[in-house]
């Protein structure tokens, strides 16, 4: 999905808390930890983010870095005077192709939607969470007189993240004030200067907590989430196969298969290096967790001039939900021999997923000159790929 794009979020932390009450309700405690720590980890445990950037409020800069002190990817630095003045200083913190604004009051942030964000930003350059209206509303004056209705069809609730291409946020900007009252959140800004964007689905749980009530209701779904029983692990498999031509030995073209180079063997037909084993890995994974990996996000990530086969195996597991848990190869060829190979595979098979190389297994037959592979034309693999996920 995100095609070599790399990824940061900014939690905005620095508000005032007035509609509140008299304490800060992002240190309130929630499920053991404070709210705060809640929403960042959100971030950090998704696999597509690379680096948090927290926006706190000044005299809070110090204690933020001591409840965030073991987190590598974490930086905190202190906010402006406005919402968007903390957001641009977030921004320009930030160094992803793509950035994710969130508020630092939604606690309940789900690791789909943020998905759902990065793709819709992606495609339109942004996008931002929300939920369809379920009451009407109605636009007032100053007196609470109406002045009009929204067609309650077409009104969205909005939430965060919002996700932009960094850039074109930063652009934005440059034609808005920062500390301009009526600019509520960074969307505003893009659409200000002109620049689309797309509404995602998000989630009624993905709520702000603003008020005393809503610190209620997010301890009433914190004892949901602990009275909820421990889900269940649930077994998943995937098969892949693939099977390339062997280059004409002029070419010089290197042998590799699952990481590992041939000697003194031409190489395999393909746009990539090549490495079949690694792309039938790619297929089993695919299998598992339905994204079609070779057939998309590989080609686009090849066609921008990166031939290494590993790199689509890592971008392939991204997808997975869970973890690897076995990995089974049955390699056809009648040439090289590939038995002498078989313990630098699984090595750095077992390197390249995490796994370790006992959790790898290798096999290969000549094919007694049955198919073409068996005659020495090509390489054909098979990979029976295992997954345990939670819930």
């Not at 994710?100 to 495609?123: M, Q």
């Not at 909820?228 to 030995?249: C, K, L, N, Y």
């Not at 290969?364 to 020495?376: C, K, M, N, V, Y």
Request: hydrophobic share 40%.
């Amino acid at each position: 999905m995100l095609q070599n794009q790399t990824v940061q979020a900014v939690i905005l932390a620095a508000g005032s808390s007035t509609r509140y009450g008299f304490r800060d309700k992002l240190y309130e405690p929630l499920g053991g930890h404070p709210l705060l720590w809640r929403s960042v980890h959100a971030f950090l445990e998704h696999p597509a983010v690379d680096a948090v950037v927290l926006v706190a409020r000044q005299d809070r800069v110090e204690f933020c870095r001591g409840l965030f002190a073991d987190e590598e990817r974490l930086t905190v630095i202190p906010g402006g005077e406005s919402r968007c003045e903390s957001s641009l200083l977030g921004v320009k913190a930030a160094e992803g192709d793509l950035v994710l604004v969130h508020d630092g009051a939604r606690p309940f942030l789900s690791g789909e939607v943020i998905d759902r964000c990065l793709a819709g930003a992606l495609e339109t350059g942004a996008a931002v969470a929300g939920v369809p209206a379920v009451d009407t509303v109605k636009v007032c004056d100053s007196g609470r007189m109406v002045r009009y209705t929204t067609p309650r069809k077409d009104t969205w609730l909005i939430q965060s993240p919002q996700t932009f291409r960094r850039k074109l946020l930063l652009e934005a900007y440059e034609q808005a004030d920062p500390l301009d009252p009526s600019l509520t959140d960074d969307c505003m800004v893009m659409e200000q200067a002109g620049f689309p964007v797309q509404v995602v689905m998000g989630s009624r749980d993905n709520f702000k907590v603003t008020r005393p009530e809503d610190y209620q209701h997010a301890l009433a779904l914190c004892r949901r989430e602990e009275e909820r029983p421990a889900p269940a692990s649930v077994w998943r498999t995937g098969i892949g196969q693939d099977s390339h031509r062997f280059e004409e030995p002029a070419t010089g073209k290197p042998l590799i298969l699952g990481g590992v180079t041939f000697p003194g063997c031409p190489g395999l037909s393909a746009n990539s290096d090549g490495d079949v084993v690694l792309h039938a890995l790619c297929n089993a994974i695919s299998g598992i967790t339905c994204e079609n990996i070779l057939g998309t996000r590989a080609d686009i990530i090849c066609s921008s001039g990166e031939k290494n086969s590993q790199v689509y195996v890592l971008e392939a597991l991204k997808y997975l939900r869970g973890r690897l848990t076995h990995l089974s190869f049955t390699i056809e060829c009648a040439r090289p021999i590939i038995s002498p190979y078989i313990p630098q595979m699984r090595r750095a098979i077992g390197e390249l997923t995490g796994l370790g190389e006992n959790a790898v297994g290798i096999t290969a037959t000549s094919g007694e000159q049955l198919t073409d592979f068996g005659r020495g034309l090509g390489i054909s693999v098979f990979c029976i790929a295992t997954a345990e996920e939670v819930g």
